[in-house]
């Protein structure tokens, strides 16, 4: 009965210190196309990375309902996009964008409730053949069409859960 009293008292404090939204991303040198550039660098994927982590958060943090945690594991990605033949112009290799390559990113996620008991939990592999018609213009933005597939299940995740 003590040790009851004392779990509900310290929970919320608990609660109260752990971020609502945490994201962790699988090994980026193994994704199956995370790169802006031909032959990538750790620096180069790690910036990426950090970038997805950051607006994952920011936009989870968002449609969150009070109480409620995310966390969120990304076990890989395959960029829009392709580098292959006939990429490049001049000496320059560029990412040709069709519908033909479209963004895939594969999840594991739990969204727990404030008391810590899970509402929902699963994997989710993300994709969307029509990205070119909704992603919106964000061209200096090499995460784009990625940013834009996560926030569309989020809204349709999280939207489903309350």
């Keep these: 009965m003590r040790t009851a009293f004392l779990l509900a008292a310290i929970m919320p404090a608990f609660a109260a ?3 609502a939204v945490e994201v962790r ?7 199956t196309d995370f790169r802006t550039s ?3 660098g750790p620096a180069e994927r790690a910036g ?3 970038e997805l982590r950051r607006h994952v958060e920011r936009s989870a943090g968002m449609r969150l309902a009070r109480g409620m945690r995310l966390a969120v594991t990304i076990t890989d990605v395959d ?3 392709e580098y292959g033949q006939g990429s ?3 000496n320059r290799d560029v990412r040709v964008v069709k519908p033909v390559f479209p963004p895939r990113v594969d999840l594991e996620f739990r969204l727990s409730r ?6 929902l939990e699963g994997r989710r592999t993300l994709t969307d053949r ?3 018609l909704s992603a919106g213009s964000q061209p200096r933005d090499p995460l784009v069409f990625e940013k834009a597939l996560i926030d569309r299940w989020l809204r349709r995740e999280l939207a489903a859960a309350r």
Excluded: I, N, R, Y
Aim: glycine fraction near 12%; proline fraction near 16%; charge should be negative.
């Design 17 to 19: 210190a752990q971020p």
């Design 25 to 31: 991303l699988g090994d980026p040198e193994k994704f």
């Design 38 to 40: 031909p032959a990538p």
């Design 48 to 50: 990426l990375a950090e």
């Design 79 to 81: 960029m829009a996009g």
């Design 88 to 90: 490049h112009t001049g």
């Design 114 to 119: 404030p008391d810590g008991s899970v509402a």
């Design 130 to 132: 029509d990205f070119l």
